[in-house]
């Protein structure tokens, strides 16, 4: 059982006096690369991380729905008790809203659920662009199925496609946050090792190896502390730039648009959709390109790929930040093989790809950069590629 799953039982055992009937958590992810793509039907790569959220269930018979968090300091945050069938978007917000949005979800899609304690612990960051709210979410639907005698892991449950998108949509419509099928495909599909190619389009996956410490390599994972939100940044205004280039371009979507195509296509597009287009259709290219090399055990001519997309990011979509762009290059003047912020932007995290002999300097060098720039200690780690989202076994 996972630390995580261990702190949400022992909650809940506390909270209300008897064992979860299950318990399932989700990780949160690194995007590789492949940003801004999912939702003009493109191409992503993440990795899940180690860092999981578990949410422990207990079926109700009264049509009611309760949620308790496990703070940081482990004291219970408790949510709120509400009726399923009075679940509206408003209904419960801030951190409630998650597993309130997912509940109301599976409703909507027909799911019959009979009422539901839930308790939640975890230790993905939040706000640092690690997928923190798809952890949540997905954890929430698989524990929520349980409930509902439809588990996923059983003949009856439903396809994880299908639970993505649920849970996308318990972001879109229910919290307000305007995310892709990133975050949660890469929560519920990823493996332990791999990194998932994904093409949003078709719904096609494919399991990379990605071992970065037989090459020598690793995966740092940069959180600059800066906390982002989606529902109150840039965000929605970017994605709906793409929405008004793809209908002024008459394309399905942006992924439509070749490398051969784009000058032409920016030619015919007002000066503010350019960058946005020019970004979305370069970076789907890298993705490829990075698939490849992977594909052929070219890890370490990833890094300049990872490079080129923060420069995009930085520079044609504007997602970047001061803290962010720092990360980036004081990593690659610190030896990093390529680097660049991973996310929806307006801060959260930058991941870089080092040399595992280089890796005590380059987050020596980060941090004394920070220090330097007055900005708050950045948190540094290493990215283990690990496993989706899953059941967790009983204690």
Known sequence: MSEAAERATATFVA?????????????????????????????????????????????????????TSLDSDGSPQRGGTVPIDELTPGALTGWAGYPAGVTWVLRKAGIQLPGADLVIAGDVPTGAGLSSSAALECATALVLLDTADRPADGPEGPELAEIAHWTCRAENDFVGAPTGLLDQTASLRCRAAHALFFDVRSGETEQVPFDAAGSGLEILVIDTRVNHSHSESGYGDRRNGCEEATALLGVPALRDITAAELDGALNGLPERLRPLVRHVVTENGRVLETLDRLRNGALTEVGELLTASHASLRDDYRVSCPELDLAVETALDAGALGARMTGGGFGGSAIALVPSREREHTERAITEAFERNGSAAPRLFTAVPSTGAAREPRS
Do not use: M, Q
């Not at 064992?19 to 990795?47: K, Q």
């Open 15 to 67: 909270e209300h006096g008897a064992e979860p009937d299950s318990v399932w958590s989700a990780p949160g992810r690194v995007n590789l690369i492949g940003e801004h793509t999912d939702y003009n039907d493109g191409y992503v790569f993440p990795f899940a991380l180690p860092h999981r959220t578990a949410v422990a269930a207990r079926r109700r018979t009264d049509g009611k729905l309760s949620v």
